[in-house]
């Protein structure tokens, strides 16, 4: 109301009028403008009054007249200055805000058609009001009943109580109100529900129904921030943020003890060790053969008897293995080549071993216990059956997805009878310890964290299937909204929710009872070596059997040219060369234990023998000369 009429308020209240009504004000208005409009126009000319009659058609001649000098006349008017444009309606009204406060009502701001509102009150004068409002307030919050957010005490006895509510949440609204200061008061829903749209009612049912139909100012809980509540509640900023996930019992198969030892390793590395084993030993030995400097004389002071290569087929064989299982063999390779097969095949047994090592630690740490779903996909696929909790916001999650295999699994969960839904989370947890692997539960991550942080027997299967977060609903414009924000940011800032959330999930009501199995817990996860996580080291084998290779070749060549001194003998000196590779890979022996030569050795070419330096001369005596000079 304008300014210049809260002296009739005043003068109303005077007369002992505890209020007028703007109805009343409007027809006080309309009579004392009809009034003076008729009292103008018979000043302006005389006018009279005629008889009519309601049901016939005369006219009064001075109508139209009359009412367009109540369209041009002005009045100032309970309501304000009275104006009307051609049109007959009424222009430039302009209404005072009014506040009701201790000392009464106080004007707040202006309301007007072309600049709606203006309020006269800075925004902290307005905040401070809402808090003084705050004040003096007795909020009702309403909440649902589920661990560790809202529960029941319990007595030292075991015995539950109902006098007091505690939990996360009661905690949490505690520290709200100790901030912005007022009291409050916790009531349980009514039908202990979050809050679901029924269409055939046209309502919503649980905390938020309760919310819109103002019998609550708040409503706090594991209460999920979603589009369709959002639409018709007002949320606070976000207090944990989490995700869905999925709820299943550890299989009690475990794997037999007699063979723990292959556990570590997966089938497809423990098959690439072996044959990474014979292909490096075949290798070893070939390229002993092919080197010349690996051929040493069998005795120092006898060169007689010929020279010894020490790399025969199971010699090879046995030096790989010796080295596999960190023993050792008992010859040493010589030549540059030999060496970086040993080399590389000695950096592959030590990361394979101490992979291995470590893998076994932790298999042997913890049994390793087996999952038959290892995600939603295995889930969906799986013969398993799984429910949500009845009405909430998962359920809501698969039945609103656009996602298939969500659809699939909605459409699945819908099929079932009885139902695999729960009335409480209580229930559904229930339902995965006692169905022993047949029933998977789909629940939000930080009661599964709790849950499993409690049944030792639980995991939570998989990552989270998305992301959302709880917060404290309020009635749609509640005025409260920006206080409790802030003072909720506070709280996160001080590392207070941190606090309580560790004294709810960790601490209280038996939390960390799996603790222990929960550090064997990393190691029942513990996942057999794949090839994937080992490749690298292969991949490092065979590029040094590459190297050994192109180096043997270099040996060979080396040693062939130092032995060609003449310019007919270098000529012809590929030619032996070729020769001596075909011979040395088909000589199978080349000396006796004793060192004495072989019968199969003394096949060697004369080629053969001069690149690798045997005594036995025929047609290259010259050669032999050379090197034994
Ligand atoms: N927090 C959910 C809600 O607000 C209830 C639990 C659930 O649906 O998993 O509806």
Request: charged letters at 25%; proline letters at 2%; a neutral charge.
């Amino acid at each position: 109301m304008e300014r210049a009429h809260l002296p009739a308020v005043r003068e109303a209240k005077r007369n002992n009028m505890t209020f007028l009504k703007t109805e009343m004000a409007l027809m006080y208005d309309a009579v004392h403008l009809f009034a003076k409009a008729l009292g103008d126009l018979d000043r302006s000319r005389p006018i009279e009054v005629a008889r009519l009659d309601c049901e016939g058609d005369e006219t009064w001649i001075y109508g139209n007249s009359l009412v367009n000098y109540m369209k041009w006349v002005q009045v100032r008017g309970l309501t304000g200055l009275i104006k009307f444009d051609a049109k007959g309606f009424r222009r430039d009204v302009t209404l005072d805000i009014v506040e009701l406060t201790k000392t009464g009502l106080v004007k707040v701001g202006r309301w007007s058609r072309t600049s709606g509102a203006n309020y006269t009150k800075s925004y902290r004068e307005v905040e401070q009001g809402i808090v003084e409002d705050l004040r003096r307030k007795n909020l009702v919050i309403s909440s649902v009943l589920e661990p560790p957010y809202v529960m029941l005490p319990e007595t030292p006895d075991g015995e539950k109580g109902s006098q007091r509510l505690e939990g996360f949440c009661i905690d949490l609204i505690r520290e709200i109100s100790q901030i912005l200061v007022f009291n409050y008061t916790v009531e349980l829903a009514d039908d202990g529900t979050y809050g679901r749209f029924d269409a055939d009612s046209g309502r919503w049912n649980g905390m938020i129904g309760e919310l819109l139909e103002q019998k609550a100012d708040l409503a706090i809980g594991d209460l999920t921030i979603t589009n369709e509540r959002k639409q018709v509640v007002d949320f606070t900023v976000p207090w944990m943020n989490l995700g869905v996930s999925i709820l299943y019992r550890k299989s009690s198969k475990k794997t037999s003890v007699f063979y723990r030892f292959l556990s570590p390793i997966s089938a497809d590395v423990w098959l690439s060790v072996a044959s990474a084993y014979l292909v490096v030993s075949v290798m070893l030995f070939t390229i002993a053969r092919f080197s010349p400097y690996e051929w040493t004389d069998t005795h120092q002071c006898d060169t007689s008897e010929g020279r010894i290569n020490e790399f025969s087929l199971l010699g090879s064989f046995w030096f790989c293995f010796g080295s596999l299982v960190q023993q050792g063999g008992n010859a040493l390779p010589r030549a540059i080549s030999t060496r970086i097969i040993a080399g590389v095949w000695w950096f592959f047994t030590l990361i394979m071993i101490s992979s291995y090592t470590a893998n076994l630690t932790a298999f042997l740490m913890a049994e390793r216990l087996e999952t038959l779903v290892e995600s939603v996909d295995d889930l969906a696929k799986s013969q398993i059956q799984y429910g949500t909790l009845n009405g909430g916001s998962t359920w809501n999650f698969f039945r609103t997805s656009k996602l298939a295999i969500y659809q699939k699994m909605f459409n699945f969960m819908e099929s079932q009878t009885p139902t695999v839904y729960s009335t409480s989370n209580e229930e559904g947890v229930s339902k995965v310890l006692k169905g022993d692997g047949k029933y998977a539960y789909i629940m939000e991550s930080p009661s599964i964290e709790y849950v499993t942080e409690r049944h030792c027997d639980l995991i939570q299967v998989g990552g989270l299937l998305n992301s959302r977060s709880y917060s404290i609903a309020l009635p749609p414009g509640s005025p409260y909204r920006t206080l409790i924000n802030s003072a909720l940011l506070k709280l996160q800032e001080t590392g207070k929710l941190r606090d309580l959330k560790h004294k709810w999930w960790k601490v209280e009501r038996g939390g960390g009872a799996c603790q222990s199995s929960g550090d064997s817990g990393a190691a029942s996860r513990a996942k057999e070596l794949g090839l994937n996580s080992v490749g690298g080291v292969f991949v490092v084998l065979l590029a040094g059997m590459g190297l050994a290779s192109i180096t043997a070749v270099c040996e060979f060549a080396w040693k062939a040219r130092r032995l060609s001194s003449s310019a007919k003998e270098r000529d012809s000196r590929w030619n032996d060369v070729s020769k001596d590779l075909g011979l040395t890979l088909s000589c199978t022996s080349s000396t006796t234990t004793d060192g004495k030569v072989s019968a199969e050795g003394r096949k060697v070419s004369a080629l053969t023998k001069t690149t690798y330096g045997s005594t036995y001369t025929t047609t290259c005596s010259f050669r032999q000369k050379e090197l034994l000079s």
